[in-house]
Nanobody
Framework: QVQLVESGGGLVQAGGSLRLSCAAS????????MGWFRQAPGKEREFVTA??????YYSDSMKGRFTISRDNARKTVYLQMNSLKPEDTAVYYC?????????????????????WGQGTQVTVSS
């Protein structure tokens, strides 16, 4: 069983940056695929980025602004978000999969993931 706890959300002005953290429990973190999704009010959950088997995947709309990283010793995955826009406002969720994700486009499917965090709110003001 894996538990995920996100932190680092908040209110930021457009053009600013935030770094989200996701702390994981469980003994298999280093072999787990990790991902970030987001969900804005009234919209479906949207893929942001994922890291699986040494490969990083990004949504085209966020590539170049968002960066995923992980610290296996700390069992933590990060999402660095730069040049934030009001349309980035959403609840951001961390997700984990036992083992690796399937080949693209599988990493962007929420059904691929086994565990989810509770989410952290990111609000970008204009």
């Amino acid at each position: 069983q894996v538990q995920l706890v996100e932190s680092g959300g908040g209110l930021v002005q457009a053009g600013g940056s935030l770094r989200l953290s996701c702390a994981a429990s469980g003994p298999t973190f280093s072999s787990n695929a990790m991902g970030w999704f987001r969900q804005a009010p009234g919209k479906e959950r949207e893929f942001v980025t994922a890291w699986s088997g040494g490969i990083k995947y990004y949504s085209d709309s966020m590539k170049g602004r968002f960066t995923i990283s992980r610290d296996n010793a700390r069992k933590t995955v990060y999402l660095q978000m730069n040049s934030l826009k009001p349309e980035d406002t959403a609840v951001y969720y961390c997700a984990a999969k036992n083992g690796r994700l399937g080949a693209w486009p599988m990493p962007k499917a929420p059904s691929e993931y086994d565990y989810w965090g509770q989410g952290t709110q990111v609000t970008v003001s204009s």
